[in-house]
């Protein structure tokens, strides 16, 4: 098996999370930031309802057409951006860990390009024919092809993470490329909603949508949540991770493996939403400093908030029309990634 080490000097033990420290009241706080704004977008939009609407419609007890608007309309809205925020956010956060690079995120080293390609080819030519079922997994296929041809080529008896990430970016800009060929040959009604999804948006979720994605979301948090003690101790270097018996190969593949279901489970239901993967990361670190184990959790938490604060912003800040939520991410994503590469010279 080809080696998979990082070549690059062992963070000093000040930057190694610490167990010991309490981090519950900043999880705490995240999360009650991010119910608070699930509560404000259920309040927002253009037919008004109450608050006693919003939690009678939670109880059951609500009918009529506050109740349509509010469990129908903006709430499978809310959860799918929660959702594909977590996916996205919990995806960065791991290949950030893995390759201990700060620019790593899922969009731009192109693994979501590659799940682009994969679910623009499904919109042409097999929408008719397999289910949107599968939808997520034909997203995967496209995220493990394009994460296998990056690793296969900046894979030089070890892997920098400088080339690792040129080469990523290289390889987004060719699965753009590639995703607006295949558009070309495409059909007029798969290029309207292509260019939609293209650029990320949860309008006109339901509550299916929901129930498709979150078992593709939730399931690979589980191992990735168990695995938290082991990444930290391969942020001491890999010689002291293989000293201590981990087998560092497998769990840096099956790291990148719940990345790529992570951020294509995301991806084939919300399309190309950016930069959630590369803020989130680092947002919940300036709150969480403990454990991988528990920045998981916080940053799928950031991360659904992020994706959820944008698109309440897209659908109620301009009138009739529902500006999609990436276009508000990339907004704040691209002068923070200005500012990591500035900081990285």
């Given amino acids: 098996m080809a080696d998979l080490s990082i070549s690059q000097t062992p963070p000093a033990p000040s930057q190694i999370a610490n167990p010991a420290r309490s981090n519950g009241p900043a999880v705490a706080i995240i999360a009650i930031i991010t119910l608070f704004a699930a509560l404000l977008a259920c309040l927002i939009g253009p037919e008004s309802v109450t608050i006693g609407d919003v939690f009678n419609t939670l109880m059951g007890a609500q009918s009529g057409p506050a109740g349509f608007i509010i469990h129908d309309l903006r709430l499978p809205r809310i959860t799918m951006a929660l959702l594909v925020g977590a996916g996205l956010a919990v995806s960065g956060l791991i290949l950030q860990s893995l390759v201990r690079n700060p620019l790593a995120s899922p969009d731009i080293i192109g693994i979501t390009g590659g799940a682009s390609v994969a679910v623009v080819v ?201 500006l999609p939520a990436g276009i508000f991410v990339s907004a704040i994503g691209t002068p923070f990634f200005i500012y990591l590469l500035y900081r990285q010279k």
């Fill in 122 to 322: 499904y919109f042409g030519w097999l929408a008719s024919s397999i289910s949107v079922v599968w939808l997520p997994l034909i997203a995967s296929c496209g995220s493990a092809i394009t994460a296998g041809l990056i690793l296969f080529l900046a894979w030089r008896g070890t892997i920098e993470p400088a080339r690792l990430i040129l080469i990523g970016i290289g390889i987004s800009a060719t699965a753009g490329a590639l995703t607006t060929l295949l558009m070309v040959f495409s059909s007029d009604m798969t290029n309207l909603s292509a260019y939609i999804w293209l650029t990320g948006s949860v309008y006109g979720a339901n509550w299916d949508d929901v129930w498709q994605i979150t078992p593709w979301v939730i399931v690979p948090l589980i191992p990735l949540v168990m695995m938290g003690r082991t990444l930290n101790t391969l942020l001491l270097g890999q010689d002291v991770a293989i000293s201590l018996g981990i087998p560092v190969h497998m769990v840096r593949l099956l790291c990148l493996g719940g990345c790529v279901i992570l951020a294509s489970a995301a991806v084939a239901h919300a399309g190309g939403i950016g930069f959630v993967g590369l803020l989130a990361p680092h947002m919940t670190r300036r709150f969480v400093k403990g454990s991988i184990s528990l920045q998981i959790p916080a940053t799928a938490l950031m991360g659904g908030l992020l994706v959820l604060v944008a698109d309440t912003v897209g659908r109620s800040l301009f009138g009739a029309l529902d």
